[in-house]
């Protein structure tokens, strides 16, 4: 499966913006999907995952109530709501599928494919 992330910009703090994973193929909907960030200077972390139905959802603590995963499987397509945003969420965003598993998980190495990334930019 190809997965292509979009909706990354430059945003102000306190904005919200929506990023999107669009995926290929027949198979998306028995995937499990997360959303991953990478920070200038900083190692890629987990943000949030969704398991296959969308009926299971786990957030990183530090974006715990101000973002949103969802997916839609019918469009084969995954998005992160993300609001109340602060400069700290200022990172390259990628998004992730588990071919493995209908469960999510908040492990970096669970996931087989990976889209090529978004930039999240968000000022003071």
């Known amino acids: 499966v190809q997965l292509q992330a979009s909706g990354g910009g430059l945003v102000q703090a306190g904005d919200s913006l929506r990023l999107s994973c669009a995926a290929s193929g027949r198979t998306f909907s028995s995937y499990a999907m997360g959303w991953f960030r990478q920070a200038p200077g900083k190692e890629r972390e987990f943000v949030a995952a969704?398991?296959?139905?969308?009926?299971?959802?786990y957030y990183a603590d530090s974006v715990k109530g101000r973002f949103t995963i969802s997916r839609d499987n019918a469009k084969n397509t995954m998005y992160l709501q993300m609001r109340s945003l602060k400069p700290e969420d200022t990172a390259v965003y990628y998004c992730a599928a588990d071919r493995d598993s209908l469960d999510a998980t908040m492990t970096e190495g669970e996931y087989d494919y990976w889209g090529q990334g978004t930039l999240v930019t968000v000022s003071s």
């Open positions: 969704i398991n296959w139905r969308g009926g299971t959802t």
